[in-house]
C-alpha cells in the first residue's frame, strides 16, 4: 500500500489551501483515512480523520476551520485548510488505518505547509 499527498505549500495568514492524499495497493475496504501533522519540535498529533462510513474526527484547534472528505471510490482523502494561522505551520502526514485481526497503519511521505506572510 502506497499514499501519495499533494497540495502543501506558503500561504498567507487567513488563506486557505486543500490537501489530496491518495492511497494505492491492496485496501481493506473498510478504514480511516486521515490527517495528523508534526510542527518543528513537536510531536506528531491528529489533525482530522474520516471513516469509509463517514464518521469523523476533528482536533479541537481545527474544528470550524478545516474539512476533512473523501472520495472511496478512489481511495482519496482531502483536507480543506481554510483561515489558516502561523501555528498551523507543519508537515503534514496523510494515514491509512483499518483492522483486519491486526491494525494495518499506513503514513504517505508528508506535504509541508507553512503559513506566514
Known amino acids: 500500500v502506497q499514499l501519495q499527498a499533494s497540495g502543501g505549500g506558503l500561504v498567507q495568514p487567513g488563506g486557505s489551501l486543500r490537501l489530496s492524499c491518495a492511497a494505492s495497493?491492496?485496501?481493506?475496504?473498510?478504514?480511516?483515512m486521515g490527517w495528523y501533522r508534526q510542527a518543528p519540535g513537536k510531536e506528531r498529533e491528529l489533525v482530522a480523520t474520516m471513516t469509509s462510513a463517514g464518521t469523523t474526527n476533528y482536533a479541537d484547534s481545527v474544528k470550524g476551520r478545516f474539512t476533512v472528505s473523501r472520495d472511496n471510490a478512489k481511495n482519496t482523502v482531502f483536507l480543506q485548510m481554510n483561515s489558516l494561522k502561523a501555528d498551523d505551520t507543519a508537515v503534514y502526514y496523510c494515514r491509512l488505518h483499518w483492522v483486519a485481526g491486526y491494525d494495518f497503519v499506513y503514513w504517505g511521505q508528508g506535504t509541508l505547509v507553512t503559513v506566514s506572510s
Open positions: 495497493g491492496n485496501i481493506f475496504s473498510i478504514n480511516a
